[in-house]
C-alpha cells in the first residue's frame, strides 16, 4: 500500500525517473532499505534522503558505491536476502544507462593526461636508441605513483628539478655514445657476473662467495685480439649489517697469472671495483676470482658475502685493434662523415632523420630536420670541432625536448571535445612499445605505422612483441608493482625474530638477500611463462607450479631441486605454494617486521586479486601487541584479531579482510609454512563477505579462482588496462571491463588474450577529441 499510494501521487517525472519509482526503488527497499533507509544508515550510508530525485540519480558517487558493493556481491551482505539474477541485472544496467549513460556501443575512452617518461621509460628508450646504459635511478628523482603504477599521466610532472637533470643527461649520453677524439676505440667487453662457475660444474652460477669458505670460480670471455688489456672486475659486499669484524681475501686472475687482490670486509658500497692489466689471446680467455677466509664475524655478528657482478676487458691497450663504438654505429649509419661539405650536410640529413623519427616516434616535418641540420653543420664548421661535435650538439637537443621527454599525441580535432577519434597509427605504435617494451618504438612499428598498416598487423606485431626478450620489461615492471616485487628485496624483515633466534648468523643462514632476489625472480618468472606459453590467467592465483632453485626450494621445504637456477617445478604435493600467494613476495611484502599481518595480506587480497579495497582504517586504531599485552598472556594472530573485532569501529571493515589474512597465516612473516603458533594449531579456515567457505590455503585460493574468477578477471583487466594507458579506471570503463571479462569468460581466459584485449579496446586505441 506505501508504494502504491506513493507512485499515485508522484509529480510529473521524466521517464527515467518513473522507471526508478516504478521498478528500481521496490528493489532497494527489498533489499537495502533495512540497512541504509527508513531510519537506518550504517557505514553513513543512506538510500532514501535527497530533497531532488532527478540530482539524487544524477550523483554519479553516490550510485557508483551502490554498482560496485552489488557488482562484487559484497552487498546485500551473505546473511540478508539476496536479490535474484534477474534483479540484479536490472538493478546494474539501470545504473550503468540511467546514472552512468554508458554506451556499449561506443565506450568512452577516457581523458589520458600528457606525460613525461619515468625513469625505466627513459632507461630503455635511450638503451635502444643509442645502445647507453644511463643510470637513471641515479641520477633522476623518483617517480611518483598513482593507482598502484608509475605509468599514470597525471603524477608524472616535470619540475626545474627534472630539467635540470634531463639536459645534463642529453650531454652526457651523446658523450657516451659518440666519445671525444677517433671514431674508432679500444674495444671493451663486459661479461656479467652470473657467468661464472665453479670447477666440475658448468651449469651452476656461481657469483656469491662466503666469506666462510675457500672459493675459486671461473668464466670465459672473447678477447677481440692478441695484445695486453685491462680487466676489472666490480662486486660488492652484501649480508648482515653487524658483521664488521668479518673479513676475506679476495684474488683476480687471467689465464693462470694474478693481476689484483686486496682484503675486503663490510661495505655497503653498491659496486667496488678491483683489477690490473693481462696479456689476452685472441678468442677465449679465463678470468679466475679466488676467496679465503680471513678474520671471522664477532660473536652473534652474522655472515658476509662477496657478489661478483661484472668482469671488463678493454684492450689492446696498445692501440692496435680498434672498432667502432655500439653508439657510434647506431648513429653514424653510413661509418666517418665525407669530406665534401654538400656530402656532409646530406650525411647529417640522414643521421637526423633516422634518428629523430624513432626518438620523436613519428615522421619530423622538414622545419625540424633543416633547423638540427644547421646546428650541426655550424658547429662542424667551427675550428677545432668535428663532424661528430656537431651531430652531438644536435641531438642533445633531441634527447631535452618535449617531444622526446613527453609521451604526446597529436589531436586531430583539438576544438571537439565531445568526439571520439581513433589514434593515428604512430601514437598507436609508442602506445604498444611503451605497454609491453617500456620503450620507444622499433623500426618495424614505424615502418608499419607509416604504410597505415599497423593496425592490419596487429595480432602478429603483439606475437612477436611478447615473444621479444625485451618484453621482460613489461613482466618486471608489471610485477614489480602489482604484486610490490620492487620492494621483495628491500623490506623491512627481522628474520631473528621471526624464526626465534638472538644467533645472527644462523638468521642470515636461513633468510638472507640471496634469498630475496630468489623469490624476485620466482615471482617474474611465473608471470613471464604464463604470458608468453598462453596459461590461463587463474593459474595466477590456481597453478600447481612455479619457478624455484635450490636455495628457495629448500627454504620452501620442497624437495629433489638441484642448481643455482630457476627452473619449473611441479608442486601439485604441495598445493599451499602453488600461485602467487604462495610465494615469497606477496608474504613478505603484506608481513610486518616481526610478525604477519592477517591486515595487510587481506587488504593486499581485496586491492590486487579482488578489486574490492576496504576503507581506510580510522584513527587511533591500537596495534595488535597491546590487545596481547592486555590479555595478559601469548594469543595466536586470530584470537588477537578477534579481540580487535569486538570494537565496533574496527568490525565492518575487518568482517572483509580478515578472513583472507587468517586463511594465509599458515605462513609466517618470511614465508615458512607452518602448522602451529605459540604453541596451538594454526585455524586458517574461513567464510568470505560473499559467503564462500574454505578451509585452508588451497580452499582459499579455490575460491579465489573458482567462485570470484569473475571478480578476479575484472581486478586484472583494470590493473593492465591502467598500467597501459597511464590512467586510472573510471566509471565509463564499466563497458571496456565488462568486455574483457566477457572475453575471457569465453574463451580459454589466458593473460595472454587479455592482453591483447586490452591492446584491442577503446581505452587504448581511441581518445576523446579534446
Given at each position: 500500500m506505501k508504494r502504491l499510494l506513493a507512485f499515485l501521487f508522484l509529480p510529473a517525472l521524466a521517464s527515467g525517473d518513473v522507471t526508478f519509482e516504478k521498478e528500481i526503488k521496490p528493489i532497494l527497499e527489498d533489499y537495502c532499505f533495512d540497512c541504509h533507509g527508513d531510519g537506518s544508515s550504517k557505514g553513513d550510508f543512506l538510500m532514501d534522503q535527497y530533497d531532488d530525485l532527478s540530482g539524487h540519480l544524477d550523483d554519479i558517487d553516490h550510485w557508483l558505491a551502490v554498482w560496485r558493493n552489488v557488482r562484487s556481491q559484497i552487498m546485500p551482505p551473505p546473511k540478508k536476502d539476496q536479490p535474484d539474477l534477474a534483479e540484479k541485472r536490472q538493478l546494474m544496467g539501470w545504473i550503468e544507462k540511467r546514472v552512468f549513460k554508458l554506451d556499449p556501443e561506443n565506450p568512452d575512452p577516457g581523458r589520458v593526461t600528457i606525460r613525461r617518461l619515468n625513469r625505466v621509460e627513459y632507461y630503455y628508450a635511450i638503451k635502444d636508441l643509442l645502445g647507453v646504459e644511463y643510470e637513471t635511478w641515479?641520477?633522476?628523482?623518483?617517480?611518483?605513483?598513482?593507482?598502484?603504477?608509475?605509468?599514470?599521466?597525471?603524477?608524472?610532472?616535470?619540475?626545474?628539478?627534472?630539467?635540470?637533470?634531463?639536459?645534463?643527461?642529453?650531454?652526457?649520453?651523446?658523450?657516451?655514445?659518440?666519445?671525444?677524439?677517433?671514431?674508432?676505440?679500444?674495444?671493451?667487453?663486459?661479461?656479467?657476473?652470473?657467468?661464472?662457475?665453479?670447477?666440475?660444474?658448468?651449469?651452476?652460477?656461481?657469483?656469491?662467495?662466503?666469506?666462510?669458505?675457500?672459493?675459486?670460480?671461473?668464466?670465459?670471455?672473447?678477447?677481440?685480439?692478441?695484445?695486453?688489456?685491462?680487466?676489472?672486475?666490480?662486486?660488492?659486499?652484501?649480508?648482515?649489517?653487524?658483521?664488521?669484524?668479518?673479513?676475506?681475501?679476495?684474488?683476480?686472475?687471467?689465464?693462470?697469472?694474478?693481476?689484483?687482490?686486496?682484503?675486503?670486509?663490510?661495505?655497503?658500497?653498491?659496486?667496488?671495483?678491483?683489477?690490473?692489466?693481462?696479456?689476452?689471446?685472441?678468442?677465449?680467455?679465463?678470468?679466475?676470482?679466488?676467496?679465503?677466509?680471513?678474520?671471522?664475524?664477532?660473536?652473534?655478528?652474522?655472515?658476509?658475502?662477496?657478489?661478483?657482478?661484472?668482469?671488463?676487458?678493454?684492450?689492446?691497450?696498445?692501440?692496435?685493434?680498434?672498432?667502432?663504438?655500439?653508439?657510434?654505429?647506431?648513429?653514424?649509419?653510413?661509418?666517418?662523415?665525407?669530406?665534401?661539405?654538400?656530402?656532409?650536410?646530406?650525411?647529417?640529413?640522414?643521421?637526423?632523420?633516422?634518428?629523430?623519427?624513432?626518438?620523436?616516434?613519428?615522421?619530423?616535418?622538414?622545419?625540424?630536420?633543416?633547423?638540427?641540420?644547421?646546428?650541426?653543420?655550424?658547429?662542424?664548421?667551427?675550428?677545432?670541432?668535428?663532424?661528430?661535435?656537431?651531430?652531438?650538439?644536435?641531438?642533445?637537443?633531441?634527447?631535452?625536448?618535449?617531444?622526446?621527454?613527453?609521451?604526446a599525441e597529436i589531436q586531430p580535432e583539438p576544438n571537439n571535445r565531445g568526439k571520439i577519434v581513433m589514434l593515428d597509427e604512430y601514437a598507436l605504435a609508442a602506445r604498444l612499445s611503451f605497454f609491453l617494451w617500456s620503450s620507444v618504438p622499433d623500426d618495424e612499428l614505424l615502418s608499419l605505422a607509416f604504410k597505415k598498416e599497423l593496425r592490419k598487423n596487429l595480432n602478429a606485431q603483439i606475437d612477436r612483441m611478447i615473444a621479444s626478450p625485451k618484453s621482460r620489461r613489461f613482466v618486471d615492471n608489471f610485477v614489480g608493482q602489482w604484486l610490490q616485487a620492487r620492494d621483495v628485496e628491500n623490506v623491512a624483515i627481522d628474520a631473528g625474530r621471526v624464526i626465534g633466534t638472538t644467533d645472527q648468523r644462523e638468521a642470515d643462514r636461513i633468510f638472507n638477500e640471496r634469498l630475496r632476489s630468489d623469490m624476485k625472480e620466482e615471482s617474474e618468472l611465473f608471470f613471464e611463462f604464463i604470458l608468453k606459453n598462453n596459461r590461463p590467467a587463474a593459474e595466477l592465483i590456481s597453478a600447481r607450479y612455479s619457478f624455484l632453485n635450490e636455495r628457495l626450494a629448500k627454504f620452501y621445504d620442497i624437495p629433489g631441486v638441484r642448481g643455482a637456477e630457476h627452473r619449473l617445478v611441479d608442486l601439485h604435493e604441495h598445493p599451499q605454494r602453488g600461485g602467487v600467494l604462495g610465494q615469497g613476495t606477496f608474504l613478505l611484502v603484506t608481513s610486518n617486521p616481526t610478525r604477519t599481518s592477517p591486515v595487510k595480506r587481506g587488504l593486499f587480497v581485496l586491492d590486487n586479486i579482488l578489486g574490492t579495497p576496504a576503507p581506510p582504517a580510522p584513527p587511533d586504531v591500537p596495534e595488535l601487541e597491546e590487545v596481547s599485552e592486555h590479555q595478559g598472556k601469548p594469543l595466536t594472530m586470530r584470537q588477537m584479531m578477534e579481540v580487535h573485532r569486538e570494537k565496533p569501529m574496527c568490525a565492518s571493515c575487518h568482517k572483509r579482510m580478515d578472513p583472507i589474512g587468517l586463511g594465509l597465516e599458515n605462513f609466517n612473516a618470511i614465508g615458512q609454512f607452518r602448522d602451529k603458533e605459540a604453541g596451538q594449531p594454526i585455524d586458517s579456515a574461513g567464510v568470505l563477505i560473499t559467503g564462500e567457505e574454505f578451509s585452508d590455503i588451497a580452499g582459499l585460493k579455490n575460491v579465489l579462482a573458482d567462485k570470484r574468477r569473475d571478480d578476479f578477471y575484472r581486478c586484472l583487466s583494470e590493473k593492465i588496462l591502467t598500467y597501459a594507458i597511464g590512467r586510472g579506471p573510471e566509471y565509463f570503463d564499466a563497458v571496456t571491463i565488462d568486455a574483457l571479462i566477457k572475453e575471457l569468460s569465453e574463451g580459454e581466459g589466458t593473460l595472454k588474450d587479455l592482453v591483447v584485449a586490452i591492446i584491442r579496446s577503446s581505452p587504448f586505441q581511441k581518445r576523446r577529441g579534446g
Open positions: 641515479e641520477n633522476f628523482p623518483a617517480d611518483d605513483t598513482g593507482y598502484g603504477f608509475d605509468t599514470i599521466g597525471d603524477v608524472l610532472s616535470i619540475s626545474p628539478l627534472h630539467m635540470e637533470k634531463y639536459l645534463e643527461a642529453a650531454s652526457s649520453i651523446v658523450e657516451k655514445a659518440l666519445p671525444k677524439g677517433a671514431a674508432m676505440q679500444t674495444p671493451v667487453r663486459l661479461f656479467e657476473g652470473s657467468r661464472f662457475r665453479k670447477d666440475g660444474d658448468e651449469k651452476q652460477q656461481a657469483n656469491w662467495l662466503e666469506f666462510k669458505d675457500e672459493r675459486k670460480v671461473y668464466l670465459k670471455g672473447d678477447a677481440p685480439a692478441n695484445g695486453v688489456y685491462q680487466v676489472t672486475l666490480d662486486y660488492a659486499v652484501r649480508g648482515s649489517a653487524a658483521a664488521t669484524d668479518q673479513s676475506a681475501g679476495l684474488e683476480l686472475w687471467v689465464n693462470g697469472q694474478k693481476i689484483a687482490e686486496r682484503i675486503i670486509g663490510w661495505d655497503q658500497r653498491d659496486k667496488i671495483s678491483m683489477g690490473g692489466q693481462a696479456d689476452l689471446v685472441k678468442g677465449r680467455n679465463t678470468v679466475e676470482v679466488r676467496l679465503s677466509p680471513k678474520n671471522p664475524p664477532g660473536e652473534g655478528q652474522g655472515e658476509q658475502s662477496a657478489i661478483l657482478k661484472q668482469v671488463t676487458i678493454k684492450g689492446p691497450l696498445d692501440g692496435s685493434f680498434k672498432e667502432y663504438p655500439k653508439g657510434y654505429s647506431m648513429i653514424m649509419v653510413d661509418g666517418p662523415a665525407p669530406e665534401e661539405m654538400r656530402e656532409r650536410e646530406l650525411y647529417a640529413r640522414k643521421i637526423m632523420r633516422s634518428f629523430v623519427s624513432r626518438a620523436f616516434r613519428r615522421p619530423l616535418d622538414r622545419g625540424t630536420v633543416a633547423r638540427l641540420v644547421k646546428m650541426a653543420m655550424q658547429v662542424d664548421q667551427t675550428p677545432g670541432r668535428s663532424f661528430e661535435d656537431g651531430i652531438k650538439h644536435a641531438m642533445t637537443a633531441v634527447l631535452a625536448s618535449p617531444r622526446f621527454l613527453f609521451r
